[in-house]
């Protein structure tokens, strides 16, 4: 996970926006076709490469009615990202007021994904920001925020993340809705004392529960069947000393097997997408590692819906490689407060929207 220096980004102007005399950011530039013998590259590429600045996306959960507004309404580049998502979409992310839809997992993941990447074009457009962009290193992102991430790094374009990110957000719902399943946030034990929790709660309901977020030293989401989920939430603090155990408001145990029907439909949007090695290392919250092979980064992504997420160890890797400066851009301030569980003294700088 460690990082060297990254790639010289080559990024061209699509033609139909240079007619417009606006010219995109380099993450929603068109970038020129590389041969097949360059994407079979070897995958360890950045493993020596030491991380300095680093961009940290938010995952779902960290959406708000009216996220993305302000910048839009300030920052053109913002406005414009929009504009296309619109297009794609179907429906403007800024034009919804209820949050019940916006909390829908198809709805929430292309919102967050764009308002997130809205925050880059935000603290571009400030003074320094253009300069703090450069100096950005290494990016990642937890769980739907691997896929801005990758974005950033161009890895992947803007418009094929809208897409990817509206697949995965209606695939992960149908799943969600195939079966009874949530997920429960278990606060004040280590992940040693939840497995064994998760365990008591599964031979008691006969279900599968495990845990499917590795948050921080005391803070994990668990994912599996609701009644698995309910007995969590009963034995939690009376039997294992836990000082909270809360239902999270999600459609389903995500990160799980529950996940599995999704898949499928990942794969597809997965195969029609160019995916090419980023200009900066990305971690994979699947194996807390950063790839350059596209193939192995296209493959990782369609295991990350069923795999728990390593953030925990991406936070603790971070801080051991003593990075001097972290950037959450997106809404919310959920990755900066983690990273403070790990480390108090870490500078971790919001960019909200």
Known sequence: MLMRNRNSALATLLAATATQGYQLPSFVAARPLRSTSLRLA?????????????????????????????????????????????????YDLLAIDDKAKLDTTAVSQPAIFVA????????RASEGGAEIIDSANMAMG??????????????????????????????????????????????????????????????????????????????????????????????????FGARMAVKLAVAGAFHTDFMAPAVSALEDVLKE?????????????????????????????????????????????????????GYELGPGKVLAGIMKRVDKKAKITNIEV
């Open 42 to 90: 070897a995958d360890d590429e950045f493993a020596e490469v030491k991380p300095s600045t680093v961009f940290l996306f938010p995952g779902q959960g960290a959406q708000v009615v009216g996220m993305g507004a302000e910048a839009a309404a300030e920052v053109p580049a913002a406005a414009e990202l929009y504009s296309k998502a619109s297009d794609i979409l179907g």
């Open 142 to 239: 937890l769980s739907l925020g691997e896929y801005t991430a990758l974005a950033f790094a161009g890895a992947i374009s803007f418009e094929d993340g809208v897409r990817i990110t509206k697949a995965r957000g209606e695939a992960m719902q149908a799943a969600s809705e195939a079966a009874s399943s949530g997920m429960v946030s278990v606060i004040g034990l280590d992940s040693d004392k939840v497995g064994e929790l998760c365990k008591a709660a599964s031979e008691a309901t006969g279900e599968k529960i495990g845990i499917a977020n590795y948050l921080c030293t005391g803070n994990y989401a668990c994912s599996g069947a609701m009644t698995a989920v309910d007995k969590v939430c009963e034995l939690a603090k009376p039997d």
């Open 116 to 123: 997130s990447l809205a925050a880059v074009e935000k603290l």
């Open 273 to 325: 997408v160019e995916i090419v090695k980023p200009r900066i290392p990305v971690v994979s919250n699947v194996d807390a590692k950063a790839h350059s092979d596209p193939a192995v980064i296209k493959s990782i992504l369609t295991k990350q819906v069923t795999a728990p997420v390593q953030w925990e160890t991406m936070m603790k890797e971070l801080v051991d490689s003593g990075f001097e400066a």
